[in-house]
């Protein structure tokens, strides 16, 4: 099965500051990449995603690359506030096998002010 | 309002206790999905159902079983509790619009 791996598990950038969380996935067939942000105690929250056939997409401060070849896609936020601090988990999509969504093990970042 | 809704939210059994965790979706939603996350982890698929009356083994499917009796419901059972299955339990839907997550249950077993 498709198996996500991420990186780095901590992350910790001052406010203002870019980060940068990188995954890399096993199957070719995974088509669908989601981000999701989830807070102590909440459910994951969509952040932003992005389909095999695009290699880049942006929404404000938050971006998201993806290389097919090498099968790796990363997450990128810049001007980085307190309130990004948050798990992030990126995920891996195969819709062929169910829509099936396969986490990586997640990104804690915390924003210092 | 649309969504997914999980019950119960907290349960703590005793180890060897049986307990079902219920989710519903209003969204028509043919596919969902049943995962655990441990503290520090990203989340694990159990169980999944492509349409009613349908299941499959996910990830980590030992342990528990699922039923999918209507469209709208999908049911994760424990039928003899372990303290392995301490976690949190998100069920999730897919559909034209991507997936919707449960807001979770914590469950305990002591």
Redesign the interface.
């Known amino acids: 099965?498709e198996n996500?791996e991420?990186h780095p598990s901590t992350l910790s950038v001052q406010e203002g500051d870019s980060a940068v969380i990188k995954c890399t996935y096993s199957d070719s067939a995974s088509n669908y990449f989601?981000w999701y942000k989830q807070e102590l105690g909440?459910?994951?929250q969509?952040i932003i995603?992005i389909r095999s056939n695009v290699g880049e997409k942006k929404d404000q401060r938050i971006a998201v690359t993806l290389n097919k070849t090498a099968k790796h896609f990363s997450l990128h936020i810049t001007e980085t506030q307190p309130e990004d601090s948050a798990v992030y988990?990126c995920a891996a999509q195969i819709k062929a096998a169910?829509?099936?969504?396969?986490?990586?093990?997640?990104t804690r970042v915390l924003v210092k002010p | 309002n649309a969504g997914v809704t999980q019950t119960p939210k907290f349960r703590v059994l005793k180890t060897g206790q049986s307990m079902t965790l219920l989710c519903a979706q209003d969204m028509n939603h043919e596919?969902m999905?049943w995962?655990r996350q441990d503290p520090?982890?990203?989340?694990?698929?159990i169980h999944?159902s492509?349409g009613e009356g349908t299941t499959?083994k996910?990830?980590v499917p030992d342990g528990y079983n699922v039923s999918r009796l209507k469209k709208q419901n999908f049911l994760l059972g424990l039928e003899s509790a372990a303290p392995s299955q301490t976690s949190v339990y998100?069920c999730?839907s897919?559909g034209a619009y991507?997936?919707t997550?449960?807001?979770?249950t914590r469950l305990t077993v002591v």
């Open positions: 099965g996500v991420q989601p909440k459910r994951p969509l995603d988990f169910g829509n099936k969504l396969t986490f990586g093990g997640g | 596919y999905y995962y520090g982890m990203g989340l694990r698929l999944y492509v499959a996910g990830e998100f999730a897919f991507g997936y997550f449960g807001s979770g």
